[in-house]
């Protein structure tokens, strides 16, 4: 599903990634582990094209990856992203958030808000199902909690109907117990809908507990590829 070939990014005279070769299979949920500054969210970023590489290739669906025009449009609207301070809109209710998941542009957007599709609020409603927070719904999405925020980042990326979802950081502002149970709702997304599922994460004890395959990443390389099992606590 995501296929990278000599990834390297530049900031001015400092190098954020080094050849950087990775495939991650349809469906695949795998855990990115490095310390802070290792190059995981740089590499996220490279892969969505937030950021621009400054060599090498990333494929998607079998799509090489285009800097800009239709095709970048067709590469957002496949690839799904999940922050670490969750970037949902306090003011609107939680359906509303998770409905932005079905529209690509901002200004369009908010008309469209007051006017959604019934086809998008079933959508919507599915997912915030998901990771159970129907009875949320209509509440403001400020009055909820950092982990309930969380949810609504998760229910709103599957509102996108994504190939592939990534997540930055996703539980770093978390407490353990609620960050166990955010992991649990995207693993149970890639196992249950097929989404392959890249996820940062710098802990080692929830890689080792969530991580089916484990990529270390440290000084801009991939330092590590393989189960939770050959984890030492060097990488
Ligand atoms: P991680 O997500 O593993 O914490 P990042 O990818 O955020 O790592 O950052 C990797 C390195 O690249 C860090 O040293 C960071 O300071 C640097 N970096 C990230 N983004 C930029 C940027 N826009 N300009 C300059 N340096 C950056
Ligand atoms: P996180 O740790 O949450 O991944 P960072 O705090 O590293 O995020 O980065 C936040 C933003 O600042 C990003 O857009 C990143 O590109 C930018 N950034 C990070 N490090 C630097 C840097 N050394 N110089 C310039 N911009 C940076």
């Not at 991650?24 to 892969?47: D, M, N, Y």
């Not at 079998?62 to 003011?91: C, D, E, K, T, W």
């Not at 369009?108 to 599709?117: A, D, I, K, N, R």
């Not at 996703?170 to 997304?189: F, G, H, I």
Request: proline content about 4%.
């Amino acid at each position: 599903m995501i296929k990278i070939r000599g990834l390297n990014k530049r900031y001015g005279d400092f190098d954020a990634l080094k050849g950087i070769d990775l495939d991650v299979a349809r469906g695949e949920f795998l855990v990115v582990l490095g310390p802070s500054g290792a190059g995981k969210s740089t590499l996220l970023r490279c892969i969505n094209r937030l950021a621009e590489p400054t060599s090498g290739e990333v494929h998607i669906d079998g799509q090489l990856a285009q800097p800009s025009g239709a095709s970048l449009r067709a590469l957002r609207r496949q690839v799904a992203m999940i922050f670490q301070h969750y970037n949902v809109v306090p003011r609107l209710s939680v359906q509303k958030n998770v409905l932005t998941g079905r529209m690509g542009s901002l200004p369009s957007l908010l008309s469209w808000l007051q006017f959604f599709p019934r086809k998008d609020v079933d959508i919507a409603r599915e997912c915030l199902r998901r990771v159970e927070l129907q009875d949320k719904a209509e509440l403001r999405t400020d009055t909820l909690s950092g982990g309930q925020k969380q949810r609504v980042g998760i229910a709103r990326a599957l509102a996108q109907q994504p190939k592939v979802i990534l997540a930055d950081e996703p539980v770093a502002s978390l407490d353990p117990k609620t960050s166990r149970t955010v992991l649990n709702y995207l693993k149970q997304a890639s196992r249950e809908l097929g989404i392959t599922v890249v996820c940062n994460l710098h802990q080692i004890d929830y890689a080792r507990e969530f991580g089916e395959r484990i990529v270390g990443v440290s000084g801009g390389r991939i330092v590590y590829d393989g189960g939770p099992e050959g984890l030492t606590d060097e990488v």
